[in-house]
Structures are given as structure tokens and as C-alpha cells.
């Protein structure tokens, strides 16, 4: 029997990269719903392809347009709109697996409502642990849900460890998170204010969107990937490591109390992560090449420097303060990064804001969605004025 897989963020590369394993096994899985922001088009392309029973765009504008493009090309996909359309796809009784691709706290309630209604769930959207944590993880427990990573770092972790999960805490170490170094990785930390968009978005090994670019290029990425692999898997902060490694072949490496290292290794493809959470515990073709390690130059590591990354040196601060401050921390990133992308503040200025939202911003510990939400508003609402200091002072 085919199992029924939710996109969340179908358009994105992730989602897109999701439905070209899909493609490649049409024996075992079908597309039950899909979901864009905007790319209207795009989504026609795929439901034409797909056939999903359902199709969820960000607005009703976007819906309306995408629900007479199919009328028009006699496709019967019945596009939803209402506040709660993406929960409704990611918690459907139908539903088997839900991919959760979209980039931004917009994904935890829909990755809330797939946990809590015991989905597998293909966790590509950082904010859901990063700003859910402790409720997040609840939900998981509490719905019975599959909780697999897709982020190619947290999915070699997941890889490198054994499948009986009690046993992680006696066993691990700490881990190690690979990180490429960005665009910036040997540039002068002095250069760095003068940075363009286009620059910060040109990243050496992915095409990604162009927040997630920025994030790598500050290293706020993985920043929030230390916060997610704290939760993941229920690890101190001081068991987080990261260590830069330009060519990102070794995905990530896990260190066990005996002094061993196993580490996860391929090609940089985004496909394979997918492909394992697909089909965890069984292995299926992903569609990406195979490492050639005699092609390989060799393989490189560094350590992740605090003058020129010092965003990612926050994740550990924030971890140990208040329950709360990662989603200030997110809340503020996001902002930050939309201020940079519009030319408002300088790429060095990016750091001073998301700093100064952490001073600004005293969390109480959020014990709903409710209250997640109204903490990341709070966050943003002071994000925002921080934004306009500095972008009237350069």
C-alpha cells in the first residue's frame, strides 16, 4: 500500500527535491497535499504532475488564482483556504507522512498539528524546535509522532547513532556539526560590514533560498542547528560541537565515550537525507551521485572562528538562558535577515540586532503555541525598532 505524504513548502528546494524522490517511487508513495507561498505557477506544475487531493497557497489572492488555474486545466486538486489549512493537511486522517519544508516560525503550528496527530514527521523547518523546544517535543511524546531529521547534519547524527534510542545518553560524548564556512569563511572579519546581499546569498556547495543563504553566510545556521540537536537528541549544550569543513562531505560526526567517531558521508545533495527519512529504516535511491573518493582532494577542518561567526556562538548562550530566548533569538534572526535582504542595515549589523533583541526581550517560559506566538511577535515588534536605530545610524 502507497503511503500519503504531505509538502509543506512543495515550491522550495527542499520540497522540490522531496517530490523528485517521490517521482522516483511511484510504487510506494503518493502525494496527498501540497502547500506554496506564492509561486502559483509552480504549484499548477505540480498538482498537474501529482495530482494531490489537496493544495494550500499563503493567501487567499494566491488561492483564488491557483483554484481557476486548475479549473482551467481540468485538474482536480480542491485548493483549501482558511486560517488553519496547513494544519489541516499535516494532521489529516489520511495522511501518512508529512515533509515539513517551510522556512520560518509560520511551520510550527502545522508541524504541532502533524506531532500531535502521530505523523511520521520529516522535520525540515528549523523554527519548530528552535522556537517550539519543550512544547514541540511534548507534542511528539504526548501524539506518538515519528520524529525524523531531514537537515543533512542532524540526519547524519540521527545515521551515526544506534536505533534504540534509551541507550543515546550512556553512549554519546558529544557531537560534532559540520559547517562549510559560508561564503566568508577566509575573508577578513574587518571586509565583512561592506557585504551586499548578493554576495551573502552565493553560497559554495547548495542553491538555496536566499534567507537560509544569509544564515549560512553568518553562520546563524547552524546556530540553530545547535539549539534543534540539543532537542533532537536531548543533549547538554556543552555536548554541541561545531567544526567548519569547506568541502561538506562529512555531514556530521558523533563522538561516543569510548573516544570512537562515526560519521555520516556523501555527496552534498539534499536528496539523500530526504530519501532516508522517506524510508527510515530502509534504504531506497535518492537520486543523488555517488562519492568518488578518489576524485576528492581531500578533506579539511577548521575551527568555527567566534570573531567572524560570532552568531553562532549565541545558540549556546541562548540554550542556557531562560526558557524562550531561542525563539527570541530566532524571531529577531528573521527579522535581521529580511532588514539586510531589503539594504535597511549592513550584513555586520545583522549581529548587533539579533544581540540586542536578546538584551531586550526577557522571556516567561511559553507553554502553548499560544504563548510561543506571542513571544515571537514581542520579539519582533523589538526587533524591528532595533532595526530602525541602525538603519538610521548608517
Known amino acids: 500500500m502507497k503511503q500519503r505524504l504531505t509538502v509543506l513548502g512543495s515550491t522550495g528546494s527542499i520540497g522540490t527535491s522531496t517530490l523528485d524522490v517521490v517521482a522516483r517511487h511511484p510504487d510506494r508513495y503518493e502525494i496527498f497535499a501540497l502547500s506554496a507561498a506564492t509561486q502559483v505557477e509552480q504549484m499548477l506544475a505540480q498538482c498537474a504532475r501529482f495530482q494531490p487531493r489537496f493544495a494550500v497557497m499563503a493567501s487567499a489572492e494566491h488561492a483564488r488564482l491557483l483554484a481557476d488555474k486548475l479549473q482551467a486545466n481540468g485538474l482536480s486538486t480542491q485548493v483549501i483556504q482558511a486560517p488553519d489549512a496547513l494544519e489541516t493537511i499535516a494532521s489529516h486522517a489520511d495522511v501518512d507522512l508529512v515533509m515539513a519544508a517551510i522556512v520560518g516560525a509560520a511551520g510550527l503550528a502545522p508541524c504541532l498539528a502533524a506531532a500531535r496527530a502521530g505523523k511520521r514527521l520529516l522535520l525540515a523547518n528549523k523554527e519548530a524546535l528552535v522556537v517550539g523546544g519543550e512544547v514541540f517535543m511534548s507534542a511528539v511524546k504526548a501524539g506518538g509522532a515519528t520524529l525524523l531529521p531531514i537537515d543533512s ?57 536566499r534567507k537560509i543563504s544569509v544564515d549560512s553566510a553568518t553562520m546563524m545556521n547552524k546556530a540553530l542547528e545547535v539549539i534543534e540537536a540539543r532537542w533532537l537528541f536531548d543533549l547538554a ?50 537520486g543523488a551521485a555517488r562519492l568518488d573518493f578518489a576524485a576528492l582532494a581531500g578533506l579539511t577542518f577548521e575551527e568555527a572562528d567566534a570573531v567572524r561567526f560570532p552568531g553562532l556562538h549565541l545558540s549556546w548562550q541562548a540554550l542556557r538562558s531562560a526558557p524562550g530566548t531561542t525563539a527570541v533569538l530566532n524571531a529577531a534572526n528573521e527579522v535581521a535577515v529580511e532588514a539586510f535582504l531589503g539594504r535597511r542595515i549592513r550584513f555586520d549589523q545583522i549581529h548587533q540586532l539579533n544581540l540586542a533583541t536578546l538584551e531586550a526581550v526577557l522571556p516567561s517560559k511559553p507553554d502553548s503555541l499560544e504563548a510561543l506566538m506571542a513571544l515571537d511577535a514581542q520579539a519582533r515588534s523589538a526587533a524591528r525598532q532595533v532595526a530602525e536605530r541602525l538603519a538610521s545610524s548608517h
Open 153 to 209: 547534519e542532524h540526519s547524519a547524527i540521527f545515521q551515526s547513532l544506534p536505533e534504540d534510542a534509551s541507550t543515546w545518553a550512556r553512549r554519546i560524548d558529544h557531537v560534532l556539526l559540520t559547517a562549510s564556512g559560508g561564503p566568508f569563511r577566509s575573508r577578513d572579519p574587518g571586509t565583512l560590514r561592506g557585504v551586499t546581499p548578493e554576495e551573502a546569498c552565493a553560497h559554495p556547495n547548495f542553491s538555496m533560498g
Open 237 to 286: 549544550p556543552e555536548q554541541i560541537k561545531v567544526v567548519i569543513h569547506p568541502q561538506q562531505i562529512i555531514h556530521s560526526m558523533v563522538q561516543f565515550v569510548d573516544a570512537s567517531i562515526i560519521a555520516q558521508l556523501g555527496t552534498p545533495d539534499m536528496r539523500v537525507p530526504i530519501a532516508c527519512g522517506l524510508a527510515w529504516p530502509e534504504r531506497i535511491e535518492s
